[in-house]
C-alpha cells in the first residue's frame, strides 16, 4: 500500500485541475479510468480502498455539489470513523474548479462569479 500525505494529496489534485483543464486526451482518460489515469501522473499507486470517481461540469449549471454520506444517528464517532475507512475524492473537471486551485475563472458561471474566493 502507498503512503500518502495530506500535502500530496492536495498538489495532486492542482496539477489534475490544471491538466484537466488544457489537455483534451488526459481529460478524456480520467473520465474513462480516473484511478489508472492519476496514478500514471502522480507516479505512484493510489492508496488501497481509494476509488476516485470523476464528472464533468455540466454547462447548464454554475456548480456541481457533492453531498455527504447521511449519518445516522445511532453511530459514535468511533463508529463514523471505522465506517468510513478510507479516503473521499471527487474530481469535478471543469474550468471552474480549477480556477480554486489556481486562479480566477475565465467563465461566466463561476465560483468566483458566485462570490467565492
Known amino acids: ?11 495532486l489534485y492542482q496539477q489534475i485541475q490544471v491538466k484537466a ?3 483534451a486526451e488526459f481529460r478524456k ?15 505512484k499507486a493510489l492508496p ?13 449549471y454554475a456548480s456541481t455539489l ?3 454520506d447521511l449519518v445516522s444517528d445511532e453511530l459514535d464517532e468511533n463508529a ?6 478510507g479516503i ?13 486551485a489556481v486562479g480566477p475563472c ?3 458561471a463561476c465560483a468566483g462569479k458566485l462570490g467565492f474566493k
Open 48 to 60: 488501497d480502498g481509494c476509488a476516485i470517481k470523476v464528472i464533468e461540469q455540466d454547462p447548464n
Open 80 to 85: 463514523l470513523d471505522k465506517a468510513a475507512g
Open 106 to 108: 475565465p467563465a461566466d
Open 1 to 11: 500500500m502507498e503512503e500518502w500525505t495530506q500535502k500530496e494529496m492536495e498538489t
Open 88 to 100: 473521499s475524492f471527487v474530481l469535478v473537471v471543469s474550468a471552474c474548479a480549477a480556477a480554486f
Open 29 to 43: 482518460n480520467l473520465l474513462t479510468d480516473a484511478n489508472k489515469t492519476i496514478e500514471k501522473l502522480a507516479g
Open 66 to 68: 457533492v453531498i455527504p
Open 21 to 23: 483543464s488544457h489537455d
